[in-house]
């Protein structure tokens, strides 16, 4: 092969190979899937009052660090299931266990000021003070 044939023939193969995998590597990065986002926990902090729908008044003071959660839950005329709860909030989304171990509360729904959900059958509706 004459070299005036085969310089610019090599030059061109490295520039193709060159081109191929600065392409492929961009390819790549751009096809990996992006990371998921991990809402942060929801605000449940403070004092929450309202009532079973039909049922006794509630109460709930709640601290929160990060999405771990502590308080004390108050169910009028039910000293037997009222308490110390611990629980943990993940997104909108907070659950509750009793300290006593007597039982937990099923996911409740928090927006904003308000956490509602389904206890025992029934629903609950909960509010902040301020």
Avoid: H
Avoid at 14 to 21: K, L, M, N, Q, S
Avoid at 44 to 49: A, I, L, P, Q
Avoid at 52 to 72: D, F, H, I, Y
């Amino acid at each position: 092969m004459s070299k005036r044939v085969a310089v610019p023939l090599a030059c061109l193969v490295i520039v193709a190979v060159a081109g191929c995998a600065s392409s492929k590597s961009r390819s790549a990065s751009s096809t990996a899937p992006p990371s998921a986002a991990v809402p942060a926990p929801a605000d449940v902090s403070g004092m929450w009052t309202g009532q079973e729908v039909g049922g006794p008044a509630v109460s709930m003071t709640l601290k929160q660090t990060g999405a771990k959660v502590t308080g004390n839950l108050d169910i009028a005329g039910r000293p037997d299931i009222s308490g110390p709860v611990v629980g943990k909030v993940e997104g909108n989304t907070l659950k509750l266990e009793q300290r006593s171990g007597y039982g937990s509360e099923p996911f409740l729904n928090v927006n904003g000021d308000r956490i509602t959900g389904i206890v025992a059958g029934t629903t609950l509706n909960l509010r902040r003070t301020r």
